[in-house]
């Protein structure tokens, strides 16, 4: 389904003939290039705590955000109001921002069209539901996630969904609409024993339809999952400190992944000469039997789209591949200047955010290495399964990444869960460092969300299991207790 082919026309009485008359306003002052994105998107969210209902809303939000490239020079503006004398008015600031030397005329805009492939065919939308429908899913989370252990004393449960009609228009001629669903529900619980008080989170979601959370994603799985994460932690030690093996469990640990060596390469960082991987194409930056991609294409993911932000398709990119540096994650600018191939990853929060070079589902594909045989393979260390917290510095891959479960791995098992423990090191090392890739690739569950200079984009990430040989450990076990030191 998409029905935003025409969605704008008839809402709005958008034409082609409108488009081609904002473009030449855009470009009025000089540019390169100009394009707009119109952005309708409806809402609605929920929030309960402690069995209470706290937060219930719907809403709609809709502009237009007219874009003007001269070289390396943008100018953007934009207008929640789509009375066509506002968006000739927004068009003409951001020419006059750009104010660039060049002059072209724009080409025929044609009649917008869907993009060539849908990822995610939802045939009913969440935001088609009526909002009692989607509290007794939230409720259901609540009462699973209490029933689970008396030891859990606290629950937030969190539900949104939103569909967003976009239109994007180029001054090339092009032309492209898409229809993009997304829904998220998340529980957070605390857990209390004798004092000791600890936390555990999950969810889950997608483009998808309110139909998703059903069997092993029902709202009682998401919680139960919350609530065993809270419980566990109030029986784990103190972590262990220095450097020792880690192994990485699949799926949500790919946000290290993400963070210390996907916005590495984002293609802005990268001409701008300011990431560890600059210049780096070609070059061994990981072990050989890693192999990572971005990918935008992964049916119903919640980084998934049929076209970007700036209407290019989707793609899966090989960014590295059996350790060598392939490329980067491009926009249209950036490609512009680099003279390299888009790969679809222009990306924004909204129509009143410009777009900039960023992740879809960032994952490394799966090896040959049985799970368990890597577990057996490594005497003393650590078991990382979901992650918290972190800071990364771009310039360097250095990060610091706070594990919310883990374990050790004493003789090749799992063993007793800790708390506290920090993953400490630089994303171009540690992949040199993995020496064993499973053959399990999972991705996350569907929560994640991207920052980045402001704007926030639903992202995905994963990995296999991953046995990394020699990785820095932040815990606050005593020394003299600390058998891996």
Not at 238 to 251: K, Q, R, S, T
Request: charged share 20%.
């Amino acid at each position: 389904m998409n029905s935003s082919d025409t969605f704008f026309q008839d809402t709005y009485g958008i034409t082609p003939i409108d488009l081609d008359r904002y473009l030449a306003a855009a470009l009025s002052e000089g540019g390169d290039y100009a394009d707009l994105y119109f952005e309708h998107t409806t809402t609605s969210s929920i929030v309960v705590d402690e069995s209470l209902v706290k937060t219930a809303t719907e809403g709609i939000s809709m502009g237009c955000g007219v874009r003007v490239l001269a070289g390396e020079q943008t100018g953007y503006a934009y207008t929640d109001d789509l009375e066509p004398a506002r968006i000739l008015n927004v068009a003409r600031i951001a020419a006059r921002i750009a104010s660039g030397p060049a002059r072209v005329s724009t080409a025929g805009v044609s009649s917008a069209s869907p993009p060539a492939h849908n990822f995610y065919p939802v045939v009913s939308p969440a935001t088609h539901h009526d909002l009692a429908e989607k509290l007794e899913l939230v409720k259901r989370a609540d009462v699973a996630a209490r029933a689970y252990d008396p030891r859990i004393q606290q629950v937030r449960v969190t539900y949104g969904d939103q569909v967003r009609h976009v239109l994007i228009a180029g001054s090339d001629g092009r032309s492209v609409t898409d229809f993009q669903p997304l829904v998220r529900m998340n529980i957070f619980t605390i857990a209390r024993q004798n004092g000791n008080v600890q936390s555990g989170s999950y969810g889950g979601g997608g483009r998808v339809g309110l139909e998703f959370f059903e069997g092993d994603h029902s709202p009682e799985s998401y919680a139960r999952e919350a609530a065993r994460q809270a419980i566990v932690q109030l029986d784990a030690r103190e972590a262990p400190a220095g450097e020792m093996e880690v192994v990485l469990a699949p799926g949500w640990p790919g946000i290290l992944l993400h963070e210390a060596i996907g916005h590495g390469l984002e293609a802005d960082f990268n001409r701008k000469g300011i990431s560890a991987f600059s210049g780096r194409i070609g070059q061994r930056v990981a072990s050989e039997i890693c192999t990572v991609v971005d990918d935008g294409t992964v049916p119903n993911r919640r980084g998934s789209l049929n076209v970007d932000d700036e209407g290019a398709p989707t793609h899966q990119t090989v960014l590295i591949e059996n350790g060598i540096l392939r490329g980067y994650i491009q926009d249209k600018l950036s490609a512009n200047v680099m003279k390299a191939e888009r790969t679809g990853n222009g990306r924004r929060q909204s129509y009143e955010h410009i777009p900039m070079p960023r992740m879809t589902n960032t994952y490394m594909l799966a090896g040959k290495d049985d799970p368990q045989d890597i577990i057996r393979s490594v005497k003393h260390g650590l078991y990382a399964v979901y992650f918290g917290g972190g800071q990364v510095d771009i310039t360097n891959g250095k990060f610091v990444f706070s594990a919310s479960e883990a374990y050790l791995i004493e003789d090749g098992k799992v063993t007793a869960p800790v708390k506290g423990a920090t993953l400490i090191g630089d994303g171009p090392t540690a992949l040199t460092r993995v020496t064993a890739v499973g053959n399990d690739l999972r991705l996350d569950p569907g929560i994640g969300t991207c920052g980045k200079e402001g704007q926030s984009v639903p992202v995905g990430v994963g990995i296999p299991t991953l046995k990394v040989s020699r990785l820095t450990v932040g815990g606050t076990a005593p020394r003299a207790a600390n058998s891996f030191l």
